[in-house]
């Protein structure tokens, strides 16, 4: 059997937009809007599961179950469970989650300033004529 070269074992550059890319396994968690609350949730600091439902309002306990897993499995979500009675578990932002949560808050801040805008183009879009080049 022959001994692979480190130059075998390096990754190849991620590109998100080659089928075969690891990073559209990522890609597809984040694209659910209760892993973006989250992340944005977990921005200020450590939280229990309640804390994080409460400020999730209508993310149900098993998606946020499912939702904070699933960030832990990609290393965003880091997590703690203290041997007390009543079980207390907290969740945090790794520090690549913390970085990947300033990309979340203003991707949430740009939402929240144009959702008028985005309301008024939907209900009018079958009025609308095709933006130049699209026709």
Known sequence: MQKKSHVDLVTPAANVFHADCPARNFLD????????????????????????????EGISEKMLTQTLR??????????????EVPPRVEYWLSPLGMSLSEIVLTL?????????EI?????????AEPMEGNA
Not at 78 to 83: G, K, L, N
Not at 108 to 116: K, L, P, T
């Open 108 to 116: 949430d801040r740009w939402v929240e300033s144009n959702v008028g």
């Open 29 to 56: 968690i984040l694209a659910e809007k209760w892993v973006l609350l989250t992340i944005h949730s977990l921005k200020s600091g450590p939280a229990r599961p309640g804390e994080l439902r409460r400020k999730i």
């Open 70 to 83: 699933r960030l832990q499995e990609f290393g965003i979500v880091e997590r703690r469970s203290y041997a």
């Open 119 to 127: 309301d008024r183009l939907r209900s009018g879009k079958a009025d």
